[in-house]
Each structure stands twice: as C-alpha cells, then as structure tokens.
C-alpha cells in the first residue's frame, strides 16, 4: 500500500476541568489530528504532543514541521506490505517519536479498516474489555483532593493515581490513605525531584503505593537505578522511556520495575509492541499511560492495552471526565464496576463525528503523494 494523502489539523478542546500537574496547569487540550488516506480508505491517528515542550521536548509545532517536511515525504516513498513497516522507514529522522507515532498509529488504524477489523486485533490483542485507572491532578487543597478521589473511587476506576511534586507529596499521601486504607493508589511527579529528595522520597515506602511514577529527570536512568535501589516501592518510568531500547536500559539498570507505555511517546504501535514484548519476556508489568486524549486517541489506548503484558490498570478514564462533548460517538465509558469495554468495529471502532471535530479546528494542513 502507497499513501496518497496525510491531513494535519491543529484542534483545540475546552477541558471540563483544569489538570495541573509539577510542570503545568492545562485549561484546554490543543493537540493534532492526523488522517492518512490510500486506496479510498482513511485512518486516523491523534498526536500526544502539547502546545508546550514541559512534559517532552516535542510541540505540535516541531510536529508540524517534522512531518511537512521529513516524515510526510519519507512515508508517501515507502511501499508498506504491513503497518510495521513504517518506522523503520521514517528512521533517518532522529527522535520525534510523538511526529512518527501520530504518522504510524494513522497507518495502523487505516489498515485494520481496510482488513475490516479492529484495531486490537491487527495489533494482537483481545476483546473483551480492559480496566479503567484515573489520573488525579494537582488540587486546590487536601480537602479537594479527598473529595475527587472519593467521587473516582466510587465511579469504580481500578486504581487511582495522583500528582505529586515537592511539597505537595506526603501530606497529601497521608490524607488519602487514612481516609482510603485499601485503595489500589500511585504516584506520579512528572520529573519534579532529584536524588537530593532521597531520604523523602523513602518516606512513601509506609504507605503500600502500587509504584511511584517518574520522580527524577525526564531523561534520566541511572539516578532512578539508584533511587529504586534504595526503595522498597517500585519505580515506573514514563518520560525516560521513548524507545524500545530506553526500556531495554532501564530493565537492565534496575532503574524501575514497571512501565508505562504510551505509544505517541515511543513512537507508535510497533515500537510499543516492542517494549509490550521486551518487558513481558521478563516478567515486567506494563500499563498505558494517557495524556488527556480526545476519544480518538482514548481508542486507540484502549486498543493496545488489550495486549496480556497490559497487567495493571492505566490511565484509560472515561470521555466525559474530559470533554462536554468528545468527537467519537458513542463516547468511551467505563462501567460502576471500572471496565471499559473493548470495541468490535473495524478500526477505532466508534464513529467520529465530523462536524464536532470541524468546530475544534483551527488550521489544516494537507499533503497530496
Ligand atoms: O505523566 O502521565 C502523565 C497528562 C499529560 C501529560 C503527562 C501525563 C498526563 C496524565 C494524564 O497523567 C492521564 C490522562 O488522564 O490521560
Ligand atoms: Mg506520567
């Protein structure tokens, strides 16, 4: 199969809540819309990248320009005999893993329209459904964050998971596990402390967390060695790992014992099948993370953590926690018992509906082969 045509469009979607976490306070989610179209047939891919280089380096600008001007024309060059094999062929562009995953997981979903399957069969998944987990920014106060986590708990998500960051972690652990004793909860500091934070960071190990997410730099593995090392919580590692091969180092460093796998963040489907396998041939849990996707990004999560390595909940909430209105239909739900069930239809599997994504739109951009 040769592309014939890539569509970029820039959205913008008011956030039913603002979501701030150590590197930011979000209002409004501004992200890009990728469509790929061959043979008749278009597939979509939704972009993890943000307006601003503070979780990750890349923006929805970099994106842009990376995909006009290098990753659009490698792929229209590239014969594709299945959706694997575009990442080896957008490899001469170094990094940019949000660009390419935006590029491949659009190729992906367009083929299993074409082969007329979901898309969690085409990556080797299952059906059936998945567990729901909840991501819990920063809040005003601890009474404020009682109250979400209560409201979350109750909507039945399977573990919860708060943002923490320097002065604002254990009185907050603290509160919620006197209030909430057996609640399968996590932490996640997007980067915020150093080894400085040692002796600190030790203080979680009282307070039985599933794991502790990302303390330390956003490009680091040796300090996290260290640190799990001298901690009894498992490390999760997020934004240090961006490739199969950061996986393959972190593993071997002993720099974490779980891993989220974002696919917009290792650059795509194939390179998360990768980690997907790496970490399961040693017998290390994975889950998805999120990053406040609209539906169809939410899909496509929903797709990959059917995978048997998927083990832990993830970051998979319900659109309406999000969005007034999401742009597929119907919009994902989770069930009082905290599942989400896995689609069935060809591709994403839910409808996405155009007029709301026109209304989000803000530019568009289309590439012709
Ligand atoms: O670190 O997992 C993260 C959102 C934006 C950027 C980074 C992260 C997050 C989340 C939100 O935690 C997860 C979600 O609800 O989609
Ligand atoms: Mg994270």
Known sequence: MRLE????????LPLLQPFETSFSRQTRKEFLLLTVSADGISGFGECVAERDPYYLPETNGTVVQILRD???????????AHPRDLLPALARVRGHEMAKAALEMAVWELWARREGVPLHRLLGGRGGSILAGVSVGL?????ALLERVDAEAAAGYRRIKIKIKPGRDLDLVRALRARFPALPLMVDANSAYTLHDLPLLRELDAYDLMMVEQPLGWDDILDHSALQR?????????ESIRSSEDARL??????CRIINIKAGRVGGFAA??????LCRARGVPVWCGGMLESGIGRLANVHLQTLPGFTLPGDTAASSRYFEEDLVDPPVVVSADGLIGVPEKPGLGHEIVWPRVERATRSLESFSA
């Open 230 to 238: 001298g901690m009894r919580t498992p490390l999760c590692l997020d």
């Open 250 to 255: 972190a593993l071997e460093l002993g720099a």
């Open 70 to 80: 290098f990753l659009v024309p490698l792929a229209f060059g590239v014969d594709l």
């Open 272 to 277: 998360s099948l990768a980690v997907h396998d």
């Open 139 to 143: 809040q005003a106060d601890v009474g």
């Open 5 to 12: 045509r890539v569509e970029v469009r820039q959205l913008g």
